[in-house]
């Protein structure tokens, strides 16, 4: 992100287009940070990811949209198909996550307004998990012996992405006066699993400010569910964390209340260098053309982005959009699914409203 924050040099987001709904809601967001919005000048550089363009191209696409993100620091992703069959183009979730080295996968749960809650969560948690290599990055293969069918995998770990997600959570758990809690089954896997258990407690050694209670995934997920409310940051295989932030999204009421980023860190001081922001969610085919997604997650995945430009009108502009957002939620203007009336379109057009109040204020308030 070499170019980001310099004077006279406007941000460039990368735009992967998606497939159905997915695409819907990216239209959303893409409302949203229109200039005459938001009074940033942005630019964006459109990939289309569809599955037909992904099949048309042979991949080639996805490798542009990555190579394009690693060029300005920041993609915003619609949701896209994965076809089942094999050999065919497969995840391009996969794909760019490898293509941009992204290692950090966030999640942050966070309560919305008028919705009940599951084990009484209230403050935020979020879900630190590994983005490549473990179990989706594993070899698989099935053998027969003695009348019986044997399935193998082999799956590893490096001690660098370790690192990278052990030292991410340490800071963002500084960042959220959280605590660092849960952690790896090292007790059953202390060679595998064990790794990451040492880089966590290396990074809690490095951050003895932060609060550190280590413990197995299964007492993880036990204890979650009987929560006293305060925050938490979760470090995960990426195996556990996919399980472990789809529950914790569930937990506060909708998996369509949350951005989802894919961080790739600078090798030398573990500082973000690419960010990837998306909605947690698919590209539900049922709702397609019907008008009535909730596009929460799609607005916030365009406000995240703006923090991580680190100006100060830019971080003012991702507050005025995550205001606007749950001050919506909370006056009952929201999407059918958290009990509102309003159409997809009709949420932006509410919360456009909003935030231009908002920045309008702002600016008279100096």
Known sequence: MSEIGKAGVHPTFVIL?????????????????????IHLNLVFEHFDLSLENRRKTQNKVVFEAAEAMRRTGYGLKAATITPEGKGDVGSPNALLREAIDGEVILRIGRRLPRISTIAGVHAPIAIVRMA?????????WRETKEGDEYAYRTSFITRCTCRAVAEYSFRLARQMNACVFGGPKYTVSPVYEGMFKEELDSAAQRYPEVDYRPQLIDTTFALLLRTGGEAMVIPALNRDGDLLSDMILQMFGSIAGSESLVLSLDENNLEVDVVMAEAPHGTAPALEGKNL???????????ALLRYIKTPKAEQISRAIHESVYEAVQSGKATVDLGGQMTTTEFTDEVIRRISDKLEAWEHLG
């Open 293 to 303: 997604a909730n596009p929460i997650a799609m607005i916030l995945a365009g406000s």
């Open 17 to 37: 287009h998606g497939d159905q709904t997915g695409e819907e809601l990216l239209q959303q967001s893409l409302r949203i940070l229109d200039p005459s919005v």
């Open 132 to 140: 490549v290599d473990d179990a989706y990055g594993a070899v698989e």
